[in-house]
């Protein structure tokens, strides 16, 4: 139980954050310093705790060694999906029928599809609605070995789940291994695919909406935020640039992540925060694209208090420190210290507050 045999000046040194304690108040600034603490972390709904990932939360609320006043209240109140805590069981019950989802409907969907992008359409959806689309590849083996992942279909959807633009591509190198177990692909499929580099025209010239790509890396210009999944991989096989700042990976988001440095799957993230399965068999491309856009939008929907957040965070979390002597630092209370932390990461959620032409 917190508070027994603590004394008054470890609570005092005690994380208005994470909790951690520190016999010296100086020990607790420089935690504040290097930990980012921040309103955009997951935060436990009982005791308030941030977290630095839903997966150290989940593990806060329902792990082998849970804090046990809160996992008692999560048992009866707490959405397994998105973790947060409902007013009363009723409210869960509501609740849950909205926060899982029905597994897509791919093979469908991607059959009905249209294989092109239109002006027209391209146009229309950047006008209606916030300018998001989310992509995915599978790969074909080359190389000798048949390990070299060769893009051989890509799929490209709109926030409504729609196929905006989806094909087979011809590889420019020789396929050794068409992975057929998990992609479905066979050489007739490729036969009269559309070539790389054509493919690579079409959606560098959709996701820029025409624009020069050194204008849209200085925010200028009209330009769409790219979901995905491992996306670094995809356009690196696909050939294809696009600024890191308007790409939204779900295998980078540090709250998605088991730890700052290791990625979760994304079939892992989708049963655990959808609450469906994908990836059991061959796999379509449009699955994974809906996945990835439903985890993004599901991110983005949080409510977080705002607060001024430039797209490079860490170097304003440094300022604000070194703006303030350590003595001036030490004065403040763990709240204080905690008011003026900012993240290091860019949160979704911000998505939500500001155009993308700003």
């Given at each position: 139980?917190?508070?027994?045999?603590?004394?008054?000046?470890?609570l005092?040194?005690?994380?208005?954050?994470c909790?951690?304690?520190?016999n010296?108040?100086e020990?607790?600034?420089?935690?504040?310093?290097?930990?980012?603490?921040?309103?955009?972390e997951?935060?436990?709904g009982?005791c308030?705790?941030?977290?630095?990932?839903?997966?150290?939360?989940?593990?806060?609320?329902?792990?082998?060694?849970?804090?046990?006043?809160?996992?008692?209240?999560?048992?009866?109140?707490?959405?397994?999906?998105?973790?947060?805590?409902?007013?009363s069981?009723y409210?869960?019950?509501?609740?849950?029928?909205?926060?899982?989802?029905?597994?897509?409907?791919?093979?469908?969907?991607?059959?009905m599809?249209?294989?092109s992008?239109t002006?027209?359409?391209?146009?229309?959806?950047y006008?209606?609605?916030?300018?998001?689309?989310?992509?995915?590849c599978?790969?074909v083996?080359?190389?000798s070995d048949?390990?070299?992942d060769?893009?051989?279909?890509?799929?490209?959807?709109?926030?409504?789940?729609?196929?905006?633009?989806?094909?087979?591509?011809?590889?420019q190198?020789?396929?050794?291994?068409?992975?057929?177990?998990?992609?479905g692909?066979?050489?007739?499929?490729?036969?009269?695919a559309?070539?790389?580099?054509q493919?690579?025209?079409?959606?560098?010239?959709?996701?820029?909406?025409?624009?020069?790509?050194?204008?849209?890396?200085?925010?200028?210009?009209?330009?769409?935020?790219?979901v995905?999944?491992?996306?670094?991989?995809?356009?690196?096989?696909?050939?294809?640039?696009?600024?890191?700042?308007?790409?939204?990976?779900?295998?980078?988001?540090?709250?998605?992540?088991?730890?700052?440095?290791?990625?979760?799957?994304?079939?892992?993230?989708?049963?655990?925060?959808?609450?469906?399965?994908?990836?059991?068999?061959i796999?379509?491309?449009?699955?994974?694209?809906?996945a990835?856009?439903?985890?993004?939008?599901?991110?983005r929907?949080q409510?977080?208090?705002v607060e001024?957040?430039?797209?490079?965070?860490?170097?304003?979390?440094?300022s604000?420190?070194?703006?303030?002597?350590?003595?001036d630092?030490?004065?403040?209370?763990?709240?204080?210290?905690?008011?003026?932390?900012?993240?290091?990461?860019?949160?979704?959620?911000l998505?939500?507050?500001?155009?993308?032409?700003?």
């Open positions: 139980m917190e508070g027994r045999g603590e004394s008054s000046e470890s005092r040194n005690k994380c208005a954050a909790f951690r304690q520190y010296k108040l020990h607790l600034v420089e935690h504040m310093k290097t930990s980012y603490h921040s309103v955009h997951p935060m436990c009982i308030k705790k941030h977290c630095r990932s839903f997966e150290s939360l989940r593990e806060h609320l329902i792990g082998p060694l849970p804090k046990v006043e809160c996992a008692k209240i999560f048992s009866t109140r707490g959405c397994n999906l998105c973790l947060s805590i409902l007013e069981a409210a869960l019950r509501v609740h849950r029928g909205s926060c899982q989802l029905p597994r897509a409907a791919a093979g469908l969907a991607s059959q599809s249209k294989l992008i002006a027209s359409n391209e146009n229309e959806m006008n209606t609605r916030k300018p998001v689309v989310a992509l995915a599978k790969m083996g080359g190389g048949g390990t070299l060769l893009c051989a279909r890509v799929c490209l959807i709109d926030e409504d789940e729609k196929t905006v633009f989806q094909t087979y591509i011809k590889p190198i020789p396929i050794t291994n068409y992975r057929y177990e998990s992609t692909i066979r050489a007739e499929h490729l036969r009269d559309m070539p790389l580099k493919v690579q025209r079409k959606i560098q010239d959709f996701l820029c909406n025409g624009e020069a790509l050194w204008k849209i890396r200085t925010k200028g210009g009209k330009a769409w935020i790219l995905g999944h491992g996306l670094d991989h995809d356009l690196a096989c696909l050939g294809i640039e696009y600024p890191s700042l308007l790409i939204r990976d779900t295998a980078k988001y540090p709250p998605l992540m088991k730890t700052s440095k290791l990625s979760n799957s994304l079939k892992y993230l989708t049963q655990a925060y959808l609450g469906y399965d994908i990836q059991t068999g796999q379509d491309p449009y699955e994974d694209c809906v990835a856009m439903r985890l993004y939008v599901r991110m929907n409510v977080h208090p001024d957040h430039p797209y490079w965070v860490e170097a304003q979390n440094k604000l420190y070194a703006n303030s002597r350590q003595k630092l030490e004065r403040m209370s763990p709240e204080q210290l905690l008011d003026i932390s900012r993240s290091d990461y860019y949160c979704w959620c998505d939500s507050r500001q155009g993308l032409d700003n």
